[in-house]
């Protein structure tokens, strides 16, 4: 199993990212996938939710509305799109199958100007 992250990176204040997980090892068409972060000094959070078909989404508070959780299932890989971003948005972002022990190693995210 193994999942690899990218498109993380140093951005500006208001500015986007879009955060990639491709997914190799397990019938990814099967399950759902989640976004996590971890900021440093924190615990790990649990930030954006999508199903196994991409129909149903779920979000954390501090991220509802600016940013979206997609999939493509024909390419084994899970999206992160995040715009408006702030300070408190940097952390280490790690994708994960739900229910499943199987974590990436992370794509780091710093927002600063």
């Known amino acids: 199993v193994q999942l690899v992250e990218s498109g993380g990176g140093l951005v500006q204040p208001g500015g986007s990212v879009r955060l990639s997980c491709v997914a190799s090892?397990?019938?990814?068409?099967?399950?759902?996938m989640s976004w996590y972060r971890q900021a440093p000094g924190k615990g790990r959070e649990l930030v954006a939710s999508?199903?196994?078909?991409?129909?149903?989404?779920n979000y954390a508070d501090s991220v509802k509305g600016r940013s979206t959780i997609s999939r493509d299932n024909a390419k084994n890989t899970v999206y992160l799109q995040m715009n408006s971003l702030k300070p408190k948005d940097t952390a280490v972002y790690y994708c994960?199958?739900?229910?499943?022990?199987?974590w990436g190693q992370g794509t780091q995210v710093a927002v600063s100007s």
């Open positions: 090892g397990f019938t990814f068409t099967r399950l759902a």
């Open positions: 994960n199958a739900v229910g499943r022990n199987y």
């Open positions: 999508i199903t196994s078909s991409g129909a149903t989404t």
